[in-house]
Antibody, heavy 126, light 112 residues
């Protein structure tokens, strides 16, 4: 069964750091495009970051320079290192597999998020 | 303020048909990027509902359909059921944001 399980969330003070993990089963993380998406309390979805199967990485402007996406192929796990955390980073963080069913799968804009984890909650507060 | 605009809420009685709009611009939907739709039951993770404008993943009932025209897209739900009560999000890409993903603000569907 294809599954994603996030962990690592918690309460952290402003300016602090946290590392989120997303363990995958049923498919290989390194062979797929993988994203992080977050949802602030009572708000909508916000795309955070993506890592391509080839290793290219992109971030939303709101987290650029503070968050780092990575993966451990041996553990089949995706990570999100979050530094210099702010109150506005408080959210449920979801990891998602990005999939492409068409022919132009070398372009990110043909991908969609087909498998999602249940999410992990990050609260930034003093 | 989301790049893609959705109505905050829609409602319908069981058995009725409802539509949810997703309005973009020439830098996203109008630029030809595909639109995808996600369903999120409160307290749970989003679930892919429609991909590539009008394709349903396996297991999604054919009561759900998507369309796209110009700078807008729509999600239609026919034969409304109580279990359809959820939040719905459209998603596309935006060339003014380096071709990265953007979501609509979400629409809360209430089944009366």
């Amino acid at each position: 069964e294809v599954q994603l399980v996030e962990s690592g969330g918690g309460l952290v003070q402003p300016g602090g750091s946290l590392r989120l993990s997303c363990a995958a089963s049923g498919f290989t993380v390194s062979s797929n495009y993988m994203s992080w998406v977050r949802q602030a309390p009572g708000k909508g979805l916000e795309w955070v970051s993506v890592i391509y199967s080839g290793g290219s990485i992109y971030y939303a402007d709101s987290v650029k320079g503070r968050f780092t996406i990575s993966r451990d192929n041996s553990k089949n796990t995706l990570y999100l290192q979050m530094n210099s955390l702010r109150a506005e980073d408080t959210a449920v963080y979801y990891c998602a597999r990005n999939f492409c069913s068409g022919g132009s799968c070398y372009l990110y804009y043909y991908y969609y998020m087909d498998v999602w984890g249940k999410g992990t909650t990050v609260t930034v507060s003093s | 303020q989301s790049v893609l605009t959705q109505p905050p809420s829609v409602s319908g009685a069981p058995g009725q048909r409802v539509t949810i709009s997703c309005t973009g611009s020439s830098s996203n939907i109008g630029a030809g990027y595909d639109v995808h739709w996600y369903q999120q039951v409160p307290g749970t993770a989003p679930k892919l509902l429609i991909y590539g404008n009008n394709n349903r993943p396996s297991g999604v009932p054919d009561r759900f359909s998507g369309s796209k025209s110009g700078t807008s897209a729509s999600l239609a739900i026919t034969g409304l059921q109580a279990e359809d009560e959820a939040d719905y999000y459209c998603q596309s890409f935006d060339s003014s944001l380096s071709g990265l993903p953007v979501f609509g603000g979400g629409t809360q569907l209430t089944v009366l």
